[in-house]
């Protein structure tokens, strides 16, 4: 089992996210639970969130050998802009641990790379009930292993509707 510890990258990435973190996160309160339940199904509601995804993936890898578990931690931050614009902020934080099935391979446990979406959408629903968002998504490469992740920057559109 290999020791964990984080690069020079994996700590630039986390400062990152920790700055982003506190440049006026505002947070919407819920009047009731059902107002809650439906802003917590909205993915650009303006309300703090950090959920939680656990994966587990078989099989992968050239040799079809790896097994990975992967818990990817997903804080999500409104940004208000003006009264009638918000900027989401959904950053994935994946931890991994993977295991070699042959080889005698040590198990890989670490931070993978960071992906950073940032979604420029309405403050309001629309009289039709559609809520959308649309932005720039971000890959930097923070992977704590080398088998953890890309290795490479990287960078898209992303949208959610």
């Known amino acids: 089992m290999n020791n964990f510890s984080f690069n020079p990258r994996a700590i630039k990435g986390l400062l990152f ?3 982003l973190g506190g440049l006026g996160a505002s947070q919407a309160y819920a009047d009731d639970g059902a107002d809650l339940a439906q802003q917590l199904s909205n993915p650009v509601a303006n309300l703090v969130s950090v959920p939680f995804q656990l994966n587990y993936d078989e099989n992968i ?4 050998n790896i097994e990975r578990y992967q818990l990817n931690i997903q804080p999500v931050i409104p940004i208000e802009l003006n009264e009638n ?3 989401i902020s959904r950053t994935v934080l994946p931890v991994n641990y993977q295991f070699y099935n042959e080889g005698g391979r040590d198990d890989d446990w670490g931070v993978g790379d960071i ?4 979604f420029f959408s309405p403050s309001k629903t629309s009289d039709s009930g559609v809520t959308w968002g649309v932005g720039p ?7 704590s292993e080398k088998a ?8 898209g559109p ?3 509707v």
């Open 17 to 19: 996210l920790s700055i």
């Open 61 to 64: 890898g050239a040799a079809e």
């Open 85 to 87: 614009w918000n900027l």
């Open 115 to 118: 992906v950073q979406s940032l």
């Open 137 to 143: 998504a971000f890959l930097f490469p923070t992977a």
């Open 148 to 155: 953890l992740g890309a290795d490479q920057y990287g960078a």
């Open 158 to 160: 992303t949208f959610v």
